[in-house]
């Protein structure tokens, strides 16, 4: 499975918005400069994110975005299906129990199609936005650990 920069823009703009959503809505034009996405193509992705219950928008001044649900409660998987779609690796129609193909009965490889598409599904479900927005404080503090002429 290779994700589109839908999946992988939209993660990082609703990582932003969790951040610095917290106090007020979020406009698209900061969320762009931040992390370096065209304005019209963030349209687009958060577009797809609210129609999925993820965002909603803000109307008027002071609008912008914030999200529909703690952050806690959205997981990278739900992002990546409202952007990508379906993330099975295989799509293999001997899975499904309405549709099956004419191998089905004897073809081994659907259990491994299966464990994979499985995996995926559970590692990004796993993963919570709010996971992600304290790694990412975890990471500036690296970066910059010392600030004010601390020793």
Known sequence: ????????????????????????????????ARQKISESYLEQLMAKLRK????????????????????????VGDILRALEGNLEAVACDGLKSDR???????????YVWQKINESITRAVDDIKLS??????????NIEQPCQNGCK
Do not use: F
């Open 1 to 32: 499975m290779k994700l589109s920069t839908k999946g992988r823009y939209g993660l990082r703009a609703l990582i932003d918005l969790a951040v610095y959503s917290e106090e007020s809505a979020v406009s698209i034009g900061s969320i762009a």
């Open 52 to 75: 999925a219950g993820l965002v909603v928008s803000i109307r008027g001044a002071g609008g912008g975005y914030r999200l529909a649900r703690p952050a806690g409660e959205i997981s």
């Open 100 to 110: 099956g193909c004419e191998d089905a009965d004897v073809c081994v490889t659907k």
């Open 131 to 140: 996971q992600l927005v304290e790694e990412g404080k975890k990471v500036k």
